[in-house]
């Protein structure tokens, strides 16, 4: 469980970016964070790995209290905390299997990483996690080749092979497209189903939002102002989010995804072997073990 208790961060111009936010996350549990620009979001995902320092206040992670951490500790407990960012955070010049073990960097010491001497297992989970999320046949290609949305899939097999307790995801299909935002946000929910993942989702997005996580809460100036279902959110509750507008268009009816739009990732159960490793470079590949 990920536990918020009265947290604050307060910037050195005196702006309150978030104002004593209590909030708790159950393991295997999904929220989409919503609210408009500066409220708080991004900020609340990075005081909890403490990108940001928080000003006060506690985040506790499956007991261990994440603010009073020394940085080889906090370093530690960073590994327990998968981030999938917005601008996808890759190695552009890297291939996707390199940029995937990237996200062992916090396991294997300074010199092993340096030299990209990765462990047989760490590969061989990257080529299922790979296969999971639909990029096996593109392994050993540049990351600055890939669309936006195989990106995106390559920065969520790389916070998972951290193995962690919980994904921060910060506006995961901001730069897609309508359909491949739908793809992104089904892949991450049904892994975080698989592996019973927590994990809290920055996204503008609402009817988005309330068609894949179970919970939204959303931020106002650094405050709380909703925390509930999907399908309890009504105009009202938008107007006190975000502020008066007409948002019939915006809400809709919690009624589940209907699918109808074909997912080009197969839908695998997580762990499971590739069914077939695509030829690729093995005498680089082999660098890398």
Same mark, same amino acid.
């Given at each position: +469980?990920?536990?918020?208790? @009265?947290?604050?961060?307060?910037?050195?111009?005196?702006?309150?970016? $978030?104002?004593?936010?209590?909030?708790?996350?159950?393991?295997?549990?999904?929220?989409?964070?919503?609210?408009?620009? @500066?409220?708080?979001?991004?900020?609340?995902?990075?005081?909890?790995?403490?990108?940001?320092?928080?000003?006060?206040?506690?985040?506790?992670?499956?007991?261990?209290?994440?603010?009073?951490?020394?940085?080889?500790?906090?370093?530690?407990?960073?590994?327990?905390?998968?981030?999938?960012?917005?601008?996808?955070?890759?190695?552009?010049?890297?291939?996707? +299997?390199?940029?995937?073990?990237? @996200?062992?960097?916090?396991?294997? !010491?300074?010199?092993?990483?340096?030299?990209?001497?990765?462990?047989?297992?760490?590969?061989?989970?990257?080529?299922? $996690?790979?296969?999971?999320? !639909?990029?096996?046949? +593109?392994?050993?290609?540049?990351?600055?080749?890939?669309?936006? !949305?195989?990106?995106?899939?390559?920065?969520?097999?790389?916070?998972?092979?951290?193995?962690?307790?919980?994904?921060?995801?910060?506006?995961?299909?901001?730069?897609?497209?309508?359909?491949?935002?739908?793809?992104?946000?089904?892949?991450?929910?049904?892994?975080?189903?698989?592996?019973? $993942?927590?994990?809290?989702?920055?996204?503008?997005?609402?009817?988005?939002?309330?068609?894949?996580?179970?919970?939204?809460?959303?931020?106002?100036?650094?405050?709380?102002?909703?925390?509930?279902?999907?399908?309890? +959110?009504?105009?009202?509750?938008?107007?006190?989010?975000?502020?008066?507008?007409?948002?019939?268009?915006?809400?809709?009816?919690?009624? @589940? &995804?209907?699918?109808? &739009?074909?997912?080009?990732?197969?839908?695998?159960?997580? !762990?499971?072997?590739?069914?077939?490793?695509?030829?690729?470079?093995?005498?680089?590949?082999?660098?890398?073990?």
């Amino acid at each position: +469980m990920l536990r918020l208790d @009265g947290l604050v961060k307060t910037y050195p111009t005196g702006d309150k970016a $978030l104002k004593s936010v209590t909030l708790e996350v159950p393991r295997g549990q999904v929220i989409g964070l919503i609210g408009p620009s @500066g409220a708080g979001k991004s900020t609340l995902i990075r005081c909890i790995n403490r990108l940001i320092e928080p000003s006060s206040g506690s985040v506790t992670l499956e007991g261990v209290e994440l603010t009073t951490l020394r940085p080889r500790a906090l370093r530690a407990q960073r590994r327990r905390m998968g981030m999938i960012f917005q601008e996808y955070a890759l190695v552009e010049r890297l291939s996707v +299997m390199e940029n995937v073990l990237s @996200g062992q960097l916090g396991y294997v !010491g300074f010199w092993r990483s340096y030299f990209r001497k990765f462990p047989q297992a760490a590969i061989d989970e990257a080529f299922r $996690l790979l296969d999971r999320v !639909g990029l096996v046949d +593109m392994v050993d290609k540049r990351a600055d080749e890939l669309s936006g !949305g195989q990106r995106q899939r390559v920065g969520i097999a790389r916070a998972l092979i951290q193995n962690p307790a919980i994904l921060l995801v910060d506006e995961p299909t901001a730069s897609l497209d309508p359909k491949t935002s739908r793809q992104i946000m089904r892949l991450i929910c049904e892994l975080c189903e698989e592996r019973g $993942l927590a994990a809290i989702i920055n996204i503008h997005d609402v009817a988005l939002a309330q068609i894949f996580v179970r919970r939204i809460v959303g931020l106002r100036a650094g405050e709380i102002v909703f925390d509930g279902l999907p399908n309890s +959110m009504t105009a009202a509750t938008l107007t006190e989010i975000y502020g008066e507008e007409d948002w019939s268009a915006t809400i809709r009816e919690a009624d @589940g &995804d209907d699918d109808t &739009d074909i997912d080009d990732a197969p839908r695998r159960a997580a !762990g499971a072997a590739p069914q077939h490793i695509p030829e690729i470079d093995r005498d680089r590949l082999a660098g890398l073990t």
